[in-house]
């Protein structure tokens, strides 16, 4: 602050009404699933229906997995990789600018790595802390970034149903794709999302199931509604 300058008025809000606002507490939406499950069409649903702040965490994987491409750097080397997460800039991420296949591949060979995982998963767990609540989509939420969430959902879908999704989001928006091409791509990308030692995809115990193979969007939205709605009475 610089000589006789006035001291700040305070801030609006909890604070000025004599709340601290560390005791303010939030309430966090752990959704985890695997690729194309149509856990971040959701997400972006239920963030929007709270008024929560919504991450898609796979964005953050994505970064770092671009910002080493672009770089040219090697992906076998942890070091680099996790200094690089580190620099990853919450703010600032676009799925638009992240969407490419490659980036897609390469951040799911980043995601194995434990020292990226746990740079990430600091960043992830700041950004769940925000007031007055958080959803958060991905692959470990309710079992390792969030793991005390008063809410997990486990988003699913069969390989097929998820293939035949992404074929037609492309051919929807005049891009030509290979179905086959993308079912053996849901396949890999799920065998080492499961498969890996640090973190592997699957259910927390407590979360609720919701197969979407069936189930529109809006059913999938309301299910997960009442789900949540429930929680918030609990919580109030
Ligand atoms: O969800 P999205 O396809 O954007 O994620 C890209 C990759 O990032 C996933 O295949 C997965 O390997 C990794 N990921 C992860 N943990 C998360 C989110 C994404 O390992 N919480």
């Not at 994505?62 to 080493?68: C, G, I, N, P, V």
């Not at 676009?94 to 296949?101: N, W």
């Not at 005390?148 to 997990?152: F, L, M, R, W």
């Given at each position: 602050?610089?000589?006789g300058s ?10 000025a009404?004599g709340i ?5 507490k ?5 959704i985890?699933?695997?690729?194309a499950?149509?856990?971040g069409?959701l997400?972006?649903r239920i963030?929007?229906q709270y008024?929560?702040?919504h991450l898609?965490?796979?964005?953050t994987y ?7 491409l672009d770089?040219?750097?090697?992906f076998?080397?942890?070091?680099v ?5 580190r620099e990853?800039e919450?703010?600032g991420l ?8 490659e980036?897609g591949e390469?951040?799911s060979k ?13 960043a992830?767990r ?5 007031t ?6 991905g692959?470990?939420i309710g079992t390792v970034?969030?793991p ?5 959902l486990y988003?699913?879908a069969?390989p097929e149903?998820r293939a ?10 005049g891009?030509t794709?290979?179905?086959d ?9 799920d065998?080492r999302?499961m498969g890996?030692?640090?973190s592997?995809?699957k259910p927390?115990?407590d979360?609720?199931?919701l ?5 529109s969007?809006e059913a999938a939205f309301?299910?997960?509604?009442s789900i949540?709605?429930?929680a ?5």
């Open positions: 602050m610089s000589l006035r001291p700040k008025p305070p801030p609006p809000g909890p604070a009404a601290d606002r560390m005791t303010l939030t309430f966090t939406i752990a985890d699933g695997p690729a499950a149509g856990k069409t997400s972006r963030a929007e008024g929560f702040h898609d965490t796979g964005l994505r970064a770092t997995a671009k910002a080493l770089a040219g750097l090697p076998d080397d942890e070091a990789a996790e200094k690089i997460a990853v919450l703010a676009d799925r638009d600018m992240l969407s490419k296949h980036i390469a951040a980043i995601a194995v790595m434990p020292p990226v995982r746990r740079a990430l998963v600091e992830q700041r950004f769940a802390a925000k007055p609540g958080t959803v958060l989509d692959r470990d970034v969030c005390d969430a008063p809410v997990k988003v699913t069969s149903v035949r999704r992404r074929y037609d989001e492309i051919l929807g928006k891009g794709a290979d179905f091409a993308i079912f053996e791509d849901v396949k890999r990308r065998e999302d890996r030692a640090d592997p995809l927390a115990d979360a609720h199931l197969d979407t193979s069936e189930m969007i309301q299910a997960a509604k949540i709605d429930a918030l009475s609990r919580n109030a």
